[in-house]
């Protein structure tokens, strides 16, 4: 049960999320130099707002309230009623990600310019910190949950902070996989994170930093395929955790998306393959849609590749339960 | 199920038939039953919605849950599941499927009941047995089951059905058989079994009434027939032998072979003898039965050993084979065999074995690993792994990049993808050029304090262009640097005192934003600065853009100050007619007066994009001399100048030329000689001139004809001998006249009498040699210094090819043997004419940073750039050139092959990664001078990597290297035996001859 969505932007996806409200709007930001807002059951490109650059990732507030940010610097705040756009703030390099935090109703941005800064959404162009990762460490990718930061950098680096006391990271971690950190992702619960590499693996790793926490930490092997006798290995783009089921959902540059079930270390499921590189991933609020942006994500360069396109695919009930839960249910 | 019993009810019932429709669209899932379906349940069934249905369903199986549920307390247990069974079949019309669970039920209450001596014969639990049967494909061994256990053997149904089952094998006798048996054993109802048994053999014999015509006629028809016929193991003559026996075991199994037919005839033989219907001629074929399957005949119940008491269930009965899980303790699974590690070191250990390919691949890259930090393919149990993305990119300099940061310093970003502009340099970390961040406040739009036209026009320009001011401001604000960088001719021209162009620095800004950025121009951002600034209507228009750009260009290139001086006119007459436009201040009028808002990139060949230059050149077109604007009247002589030309050719030219009919074009007349040339946008004649008083030897003459009619190269030609002026101009075509219909135009030039280079190229083919390297090297120094000459004045050919370039071989009183590059000694005389400039493309007329689109169907001798749908420029004559050369030096067409650039110039940052090199797929002879061909064409196929900002013309490196071909010339024109001169005077004379 999956759908294509209509009007795509015309350059690469950079990021699709779901609104924090409306179950069936969808926030798509794109190198297009758009953001662009839709309502997927209806398949209908609702709105969309430029960049003067490509745009490299997008949140929201709450249902009508959008930043975006990417290689213009700026961070640009959007209302879907008003249509009132404004910058937050700038960057002195491009901003890869930006998250919005319910808790302390702030904006939470990291760029390659090696910083995380964080904004009052209230005010224009009130920076509240700046806080910087240290030489080198561009910001690749970073993930909100409550008060927990995770922010993944160049050099594989994790930096773990409590976004009240931004002044010292909680810890700092070298990430458990060998090569760069493609993206990071809380999970749902509060106890640990996820992360992936360009070279197909996924670590799932914890925050309590006691032995006993630590010692169930992991990492495995995805998103591979045996061409030509080599076992190629593909980047793993993007995560998205389910977000009553706690499970994962992974995608990589092979254009598979997979569902696992990290308590288990099963996978649940593997999709069919996507005409290319998956890009970006997420559940909607209640997990009943799941946004995969099919999009190439520049793995090889500048080259032909097929059209940036973003899937619905309708999530059955059990489809991303853990397994031992439904044998228990039933 | 229910029965009617009230006529009324049943008349009311029968009123209601629903309508087929109301179940059609589902008639697919119904699964048929031999009694039937109820129209009315069927369209209940379909005709509620699914949710209803559902609970209906679900209410339905928990009452005859709770029913099962003290079944043993009933009289009649079976009558539970009966019912249960027949609302099951009524209510899921597809039959069996997940939702119903129709067969699992059955197994479940016909399991219960197998050994209930009170259900043996009873019919309601046979009925089910052979309903089960048909769902789950009947068999032998259902039947014999039954048998076994009794089941239904004093019912006649039983007997019916398995006899109807063998039947359908076309194991009649059996069935026979069976049918007897029924009988014999009264079998209820017995009088349904024996009218089925006297239906049954009224079947039979006919179908031996048939069989046997059949075969006679085969048999008196087609006497061998029969051999042909007979199968593998098939032996004598049947008809008179009683011994024959066909053997084929397989007729029981292929029903629709003849000799199956033939095979059931046999064996149903004794039963016509029973019936005595005897006409059957032929003698018996006893039956065999090889694997001795029929012979267990179905009715004799000693074949199974032992009580069969469970039929199993039709789950159990698909599943084979599968492996009954036993405790895993203990136990050791099988392991794929190839997969042990040990190996892989024994394999290391030893190097007297001859490596394997796989062992060699991760030896080497053990290497790698130890030298640097990110090999790609790594050695991993058996098999080498090998990361998608190139690890050397991502890891370069021992920096890390993201693939976000690879695409963003990728060039393509900076190529517009959309209506607004590109901002490359806001993110590209180049030292010095740390960019400002645009600054939210200057988004503001100031209230113009115009009256309502203006407003009414920024508003009508904002429909234009969406892109963001804040870029504009930033642009504005690094005017001054790029002012400063920026060598182009703007620069030149505002520093320069003596040209009264109208300028203020926000149009310059745009301007020099516009080298770099390919975008329409900001215009209405243009009017917020000068509503700013309290400009009435300072709005730059691309017209004067243009007459500008023509000016600076002349200026650049021919510093000839008549022309200045006219140009300057020009342009005050342009910048006249916008005060004019001023003072009327209308607007629309204004914009009318403007280009059309051209894309960039464009196709420079759009009919209405030339018109529209055409129509707006200053002086206009029809002023140019030589020009015939005859665009009011029709012409239609093609037709008659074919045939004027055909008939020439036939009669001998020399002799009939008073006697043919001139043409007139306007006012002139022609002779039609012969047709030269034909192409797709017209046909190309020799014509005699017949008006001018000229002597005969100059009176030829080529005439194009274009339909439809064109200006264009005939615009093209005269502005490049108006801004040539060094000896070059030779090269390139003369043209006389245009002859301007409405249908079709004349296109009056030189005619050259040496034919092309083609020509030549073709004629050594013919020979099996090829042009000689020296000649090679002399056409090719022509040709770049006619490409230099032409790209000056800002003029692209478009359309170079060896069939474009004609010899240029004049008669000259003294010719040094001695090449001179400077054409000195009679060498100015020699050389090539570049025709055909219908394709060519009038750069000044465009904006600095317009690229071309071409929108026709490319091929091999079209550059990459057009073949891969890239915007291009220059780049179309170089490849051009390298075409030509190429064929002269190999006589065939050129072909090019990528080849993979060097890492480094991905990191260096200016080159794109996906900046392909490419080069000729023939390869240079060893005594050729490899080294220079070699980089001559490096620079003509990419020749947006010979500088290192990639800017193109490259003018200056391709005068420096024709110099080193120049100077190879010097040095070897005048060997022995291998003049440049003689062959330049062998070509002459042949040429001349032909």
Known sequence: MQHELLDPPSDAISSVVFSPTTSTHLLVSSWDKTVKLYDVVDNLLRGSYNHNAAVLDCCFSDGSHIYSAGLDHCIKSFDINTHNEFIVGTHDNAVKCVEYNIENNIIVSGSWDQTIRLWDIRNKDTQMGKYHMGPGAKVFAFSLVSFQLVVATAGRQFFIYDIRNMSEPLQKRESSLKFMTRCVKCMPNREGYACSSIEGRVAVEFFDPSSETQSRKYAFKCHRRVIDGHDTVYPVNALAFHPSHGTFASGGADGVVNIWDGFNKKRLRQYPQYPTSIASLDFNKDGAYLAIASSYTFEEGEKDHPPDSVYIRQISENECKPRHLTAAAA | MEIHKDTQTSVKKETIIPEFSSFEHQKENIFPLKEGRKASSLSFIFGNDSSSRQAGLEAGHAKFRAELEKVHELDDPFDVYNQYIKWTMENYPQGQNPQSNLIQLFERALKAFVHDTRYKNDPRYLRCWIQYSKFIGQSKEFFIFLKVNGIGMDLAAYYEEYAEFMEGLNRCKEADEIYTAGISR??????????????????????????????????????????????????????????????????????????????????????????????????????????????????????????????????????????????????????????????????????????????????????????????????????????????????????????????????????????????????????????????????????????????????????????????????????????????????????????????????????????????????????????????????????????????????????????????????????????????????????????????????????????????????????????????????????????????????????????????????????????????????????????????????????????????????????????????????????????????????????????????????????????????????????????????????????????????????????????????????????????????????????????????????????????????????????????????????????????RVEDDTYSSGVVSISTRKYKPIQSFKRYWQGELWRRLFHMLLNPTLVRSDGQLPITEELREIRRECEDYLVMNSNKIGRSLKDMLYKLETSSEIR
Not at chain 2, 516 to 533: A, D, F, W
Not at chain 2, 684 to 693: F, G, Q, S
Not at chain 2, 699 to 727: C, D, G, N
Not at chain 2, 777 to 786: G, I, M, P, S, Y
Request: aromatic share 8%; proline share 6%; with cysteine.
């Open chain 2, 186 to 899: 009264r079998a209820q109802p017995l009088e349904r079994l024996t009218r089925r048994y006297r239906q049954f053999l009224t079947r039979l014999s006919s179908l031996q009434e048939t069989n046997n015509q059949l075969q006679r006629t085969e048999s008196s028809q087609q006497p061998n027939d029969e051999n042909l016929q007979r199968t593998i193991l098939g032996a004598r003559d049947s008809s008179t032998s009683i011994n024959s026996t066909p053997l084929n075991i397989f007729n029981q199994r292929n029903p629709q072979s003849i000799n199956v037919n033939r095979s059931t005839l046999s064996s149903t033989v004794p039963l016509n003898k029973k019936l005595g219907t005897d006409t059957n001629e032929e003698k018996l074929i006893i039956f065999h039965d090889p694997d001795g399957e029929v012979g267990n005949s179905a009715l004799t119940s000693s074949e199974i050993p032992g009580i069969w008491r469970d039929f199993g269930t039709e789950l159990g009965n698909k599943k084979e084979n599968t492996k009954e899980a036993e405790p895993w303790k203990g136990a050791t699974l099988a392991q794929d065999k190839r997969i042990r590690m040990p190996m892989t070191e024994k394999f290391e250990i030893y190097h007297d074995k001859p490596e394997t390919s796989t062992k060699q691949v991760s030896s080497s890259d053990t290497i790698l690993t130890s030298n640097t930090n990110a090999p790609n393919i790594r050695p991993k149990g058996n098999r080498t792994e090998k990361t998608f993305v190139d690890l050397n990119i991502i890891y370069a300099n021992g920096n890390e990049y993201s693939l976000e940061e690879l695409r963003a310093k990728s060039k393509s970003h900076d190529r517009p993808t959309s209506k607004t502009n590109s901002v490359s340099e806001h993110y590209e970390p180049i030292p010095g050029m740390t960019p400002n961040p645009p600054n939210p406040k200057k988004l503001v739009k100031k209230p113009s304090p115009t009256i309502n036209t203006k407003a009414a026009f920024a508003d009508i320009m904002e429909l234009f262009n969406q892109p963001l001011n804040c870029e504009q401001n930033e642009d504005y604000e690094e005017d001054g640097e790029i002012n400063s960088k920026q060598t182009n001719f703007f620069n030149q021209t505002s520093s320069d005192p003596k040209h009264d162009i109208p300028k203020t620095p926000q149009n310059h800004s745009t301007f020099d934003n516009n080298v770099e950025n390919i975008r329409p121009t900001n215009y209405s951002n243009l009017c917020e600065h000068e509503n700013n600034r309290k400009i009435p209507f300072e709005l730059m228009t691309p017209i004067r853009e243009t007459s500008r750009e023509y000016k600076l260009n002349f200026i650049e290139t021919v510093g000839n100050t008549d022309r200045l001086n006219e140009i300057k006119v020009i342009a005050d007459s342009t910048s006249n007619l916008i005060e004019k436009e001023e003072a009327k201040e209308s607007y629309s009028d204004a914009l009318e007066f403007l280009y059309p808002m051209i894309s960039n990139p464009c196709n420079p060949l759009d009919s209405k994009l030339i018109d529209q230059v055409l129509s707006s050149l200053k002086p206009p077109l029809n002023q140019f001399p030589g020009l015939y604007d005859v665009r009011d009247q029709i012409s239609n002589n093609h037709g008659k100048i074919e045939k004027l030309a055909r008939c020439s050719v036939k009669s001998d030219r020399r002799h009939s030329t008073n006697s043919e009919i001139p043409i007139e074009l306007f006012n002139d007349s022609f002779l039609i000689r012969q047709k030269v040339g034909e192409g797709g946008f017209g046909k190309i004649y020799h014509v005699l001139d017949m008006n001018r008083d000229l002597e005969d030897s100059q009176k030829s003459r080529v005439l194009k004809l274009q339909m439809p009619p064109s200006a264009w190269e005939f615009y093209i030609i005269r502005k490049l001998h108006e801004r040539i002026t060094s000896p070059m101009i030779d090269s390139i075509i003369t043209v006389h006249s245009l002859y301007y219909f409405k249908d079709e135009s004349y296109l009056l030039e030189e005619y050259c009498n040496h034919g092309s280079i083609l020509d030549v190229v073709n004629a050594s083919k013919k020979s099996n040699t090829a042009m000689d390297e020296i000649l090679v090297f002399f056409f090719t120094v022509e040709l770049l210094k006619v490409i230099e000459a032409i790209h000056k004045v800002g003029i692209i050919h478009g359309d170079i090819k060896a069939d474009n370039c004609l010899l240029r071989l004049e008669q000259t009183s003294e010719w040094n043997s001695k090449y001179d590059p400077l054409g000195a000694n009679g060498w100015s005389k020699k050389g090539v004419k570049l025709i055909d400039f219908g394709r060519a493309i009038d750069v000044t007329l465009f904006r600095s940073d317009m690229k071309f689109i071409a929108d026709w169907k490319t091929d091999d001798q079209d550059c990459v750039e057009m073949r891969e749908g890239r915007p291009w420029k220059w780049q179309a004559d170089y490849y051009g050139i390298a075409g030509v050369i190429h064929c002269m030096l190999h006589n065939e067409y050129m072909q090019i092959t990528p080849i």
